[in-house]
């Protein structure tokens, strides 16, 4: 079992930053493909959103339409870890985000994080 742990959310102002980190503890990320979903406050019993993924080789990066411009996802190799970078928040980025995991397409050997509770107010 591969255990993800994020961490770097919290409450911040509209047009402010922040930046998630998706570890794991004892474990190389370099064979996974990891992603960033969210869900937003009121939507508990609709899927998760997609919000970026970065592939195990550097392969390939996406993001949904929404964050395009404004998130940057990236891999520190050296330290094992997989960063999102966010910018220009706005009220609508509001949700608890979760890393994820997978080995190919469609995803296998898939793996969840606990998440982290991304607060954008004034």
């Known amino acids: 079992q591969l255990q993800l742990v994020e961490s770097g959310g919290g409450l911040v102002q509209p047009g402010g930053s922040l930046r998630l980190s998706c570890v794991a503890p004892?474990?190389?990320?370099?064979?996974?493909?990891i992603g960033w979903f969210r869900r937003a406050p009121g939507k508990e019993r609709e899927g998760g959103e997609g919000?970026?993924?970065?592939?195990?080789?550097?392969?390939?990066?996406f993001y949904t339409d929404s964050v395009k411009g404004r998130f940057t996802i990236s891999r520190d190799r050296a330290r094992n870890i997989v960063t999102l970078q966010m910018n220009s928040l706005t009220s609508e980025d509001t949700a608890v985000y979760y890393c994820e995991a997978h080995q190919g397409w469609p995803p296998q050997n898939q793996h969840w994080g606990q998440g982290t509770q991304v607060t954008v107010s004034s």
């Open positions: 919000v970026s993924c970065i592939g195990s080789d550097d392969d390939y990066t």
């Open positions: 004892g474990r190389n990320l370099d064979d996974f493909d």
